[in-house]
């Protein structure tokens, strides 16, 4: 049972344009919310992460958007650029200890398509 | 540079044999490790997670005698699939506990 649900599965988007994926949890445990992007055949990378206490977090091209009443999160890429074409997974955790940073639960994934 | 290395990127074996996958942390020690499979097309799910000097905790639904898993060092943690079969081709992917949230390369296995 996934306690985080991400959507759309896949999107194409326009170079330029922006591309938007949702997510949403029901664990109200979940402390940190972080966004990771993957390549085919790599393992994933962090681009950006948030915790409950603030709405917004911008970091370059990246903004994520937080709403604890609702249980959501979502992911912005402004800009989008061909080499942003990855899977992109949001991800859920609860933080207790340094040594659970990093103990995820991950959304199913999203294909990110930008097109020239 | 790689901060978590993983050994090998790839393996194929036959049925029944076992494999070794290896997860060094390059630059820092971990005392954590978060070992994760993903299956093609899917999501990564947490299968383990191993500690140094103590014994790994497992994830609902893994078998902890089929998945063996080593935190010996501080540097090294090691997954062994033990009598592999063909459902167990995937993507390990290890994670050092902190919050840099490294992850591996990866281990594809096929198992043929």
């Known amino acids: 049972q996934q306690q985080v649900k991400q959507s759309p599965q896949s999107l194409i988007v326009q170079k330029g344009g922006i591309s938007i994926i949702n997510c949403a949890y029901e664990n109200t445990a979940f402390d940190y919310f972080p966004w990771y992007q993957q390549f085919p055949g790599k393992g994933p990378a962090l681009l950006i992460a948030?915790?409950?206490?603030?709405s917004e977090k911008k970091e370059g091209r990246f903004t994520i958007s937080f709403n604890k009443s609702a249980k959501q999160f979502s992911l912005h890429i402004m800009d989008s650029q061909p080499g942003d074409s990855a899977t992109y997974f949001c991800a859920a955790s609860v933080i207790e200890t340094t040594d659970s940073w990093g103990k995820l639960q991950f959304g199913a994934g999203t294909q990110v398509v930008v097109t020239p | 540079g790689a901060v978590v290395s993983q050994h090998p990127s790839w393996v194929i074996c036959k049925s029944g044999t076992s494999v070794k996958i290896e997860c060094r942390s390059l630059?820092?020690?971990?005392?954590?490790m978060f070992w994760y499979r993903q299956f093609p097309k899917q999501s990564l799910m947490l299968m383990a997670t191993s500690n140094e000097g103590s014994k790994a905790t497992y994830e609902q639904g893994v078998e902890k005698d089929k998945f063996l898993i080593n935190h010996a060092s501080l540097t090294l943690s090691t997954l062994t699939v033990t009598s592999a079969h063909p459902e167990d081709s995937s993507f390990y992917i290890c994670?050092?506990?902190?919050?840099?949230?490294?992850f591996g390369p990866g281990t594809r296995l096929l198992v043929l």
């Open positions: 994670s050092p506990a902190g919050e840099t949230q490294y």
């Open positions: 630059d820092f020690q971990a005392t954590t």
């Open positions: 948030i915790r409950p206490d603030v």
